[in-house]
T-cell receptor, first 111, second 116 residues
Framework: TQLLEQSPQFLSIQEGENLTVYCNSS?????LQWYRQEPGEGPVLLVT?????EVKKLKRLTFQFGDARKDSSLHITAAQPGDTGLYLC???????????FGTGTRLKVLA | NAGVMQNPRHLVRRRGQEARLRCSPM?????VYWYRQLPEEGLKFMVY????????ESGMPKERFSAEFPKEGPSILRIQQVVRGDSAAYFC??????????????FGSGTRLTVV
């Protein structure tokens, strides 16, 4: 079974703190995407990482794809209340058209 | 340049009624995917369709649920004889034919189905 496990499942931090969310699998993925979902809305695509070892930055968010393309991380610097939401990693396992979603990380940033 | 459009946003049905959820993909996207999200849970794949074809329906319950994506018009997810356990948010996503899932999907805002 191809799974994407995210950790932590829940995270509550103060404004200004840094945090890292992890997305791990035993399978190789062709690419990985990170989404953020706010209450009552659909997931919004934040980034796609394709190459092993790739690092992408989006303002205060840094995304990394593991060298073996089995894991990814999302690091947020100086978190703000607007970062609050459900963060989902997802992707197509290599040699498969299927698309797998991670278990999700619920982030709450307190002002 | 409209995104993925889903309607209605909210749908209330009594037990035993039918629910019809509609999804219009982004312009130029011919692949449509339906996902279900229960409260406080992640997204579960239901069905993958291309125009006039069901490619993968392995995530869809075999009874009461059906999906179509006709040559003209939106994709429809149909739930017959709804039960309370069908209450969930149903999301539609689309992707262009050349990319598949490699660069991710564009999601609609979802339809929240409540069965009373």
């Amino acid at each position: 079974t191809q799974l994407l496990e995210q950790s932590p499942q829940f995270l509550s931090i103060q404004e200004g703190e840094n945090l890292t969310v992890y997305c791990n699998s035993s399978s190789v993925f062709s690419s990985l995407q990170w989404y953020r979902q706010e209450p009552g809305e659909g997931p919004v695509l934040l980034v796609t990482v394709v190459t092993g070892g790739e690092v992408k930055k989006l303002k205060r968010l840094t995304f990394q794809f593991g060298d073996a393309r089995k894991d990814s991380s999302l690091h947020i610097t100086a978190a703000q209340p607007g970062d609050t939401g459900l963060y989902l990693c997802a992707g197509p396992p290599a040699k498969s058209y299927k698309y797998i979603f991670g278990t999700g990380t619920r982030l709450k940033v307190l002002a | 340049n409209a995104g993925v459009m889903q309607n209605p946003r909210h749908l209330v049905r009594r037990r035993g009624q039918e629910a019809r959820l509609r999804c219009s993909p982004m312009k130029g996207h011919s692949h449509v995917y339906w996902y279900r999200q229960l409260p406080e849970e992640g997204l579960k794949f239901m069905v993958y369709l291309q125009k006039e074809n069901i490619i993968d329906e392995s995530g869809m319950p075999k009874e009461r649920f059906s999906a179509e994506f006709p040559k003209e018009g939106p994709s429809i997810l149909r739930i017959q004889q709804v039960v309370r356990g069908d209450s969930a948010a149903y999301f539609c996503a689309s992707s262009p034919p050349s990319q598949g899932a490699r660069y991710g999907y564009t999601f609609g805002s979802g339809t929240r189905l409540t069965v009373v």
